[in-house]
């Protein structure tokens, strides 16, 4: 067994998609980034990465290779699937926290899931996704940024 947590953040920017776990959501702004800035993907990237120990996303996917430019991000989490496989590794499960105090995602939660389940090749009943305000505290309490966690466990 192997445990990964991974963590990320972007700043909201006006005009911009609002891409979370590879559902776009009817929104004016959206997390900003080199990518399509997915920060729940990114911070369960970077668990995944982090449990088979093999450093995080800036190093596979730097922001400074126009490469990944508007890169999606589930394509990004597909390739770390298989870095997982040839290490003779697999995804037992995920859970991720996404915290934000707006756009509401309750709507969406069960299609992220599925995308993600998708994507890394479990049951849908191996991934979980939930969402949290910060009682208007911080800079995801005054909507100025987005931050996600993730943990997840690797079986051999
Ligand atoms: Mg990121």
Redesign the pocket.
């Given at each position: 067994m192997r445990i990964g947590h991974g963590y990320?953040v972007?700043r909201f920017k006006s005009g911009r998609k609002c891409i979370l776990c590879g559902v776009e959501i009817p929104c004016d702004f959206g997390p900003d980034?080199h990518s399509d800035?997915d920060?729940p993907v990114?911070a369960l990237i970077d668990a995944m990465l982090g449990a088979i120990a093999l450093g995080d996303i800036g190093k596979h996917f730097p922001d400074t290779d126009d490469k990944w430019k508007d890169a999606d991000s589930i394509e990004l989490l597909m390739h770390v699937c298989l870095l997982i496989k040839n290490k003779g590794y697999a995804l037992s499960n995920a859970d991720i926290t996404i915290v934000l105090e707006k756009p509401k995602l309750s709507p969406y939660i069960s299609q992220m899931r599925s995308i993600l389940a998708n994507a890394t090749g479990v049951d849908i009943d191996c991934i979980n996704v939930k969402a949290t305000t910060e009682e208007k505290l911080g800079f995801t309490g005054d909507g100025s940024g987005i931050s996600a966690t993730a943990v997840v466990l690797l079986l051999s």
């Open positions: 990320d972007h980034g800035a920060v990114h």
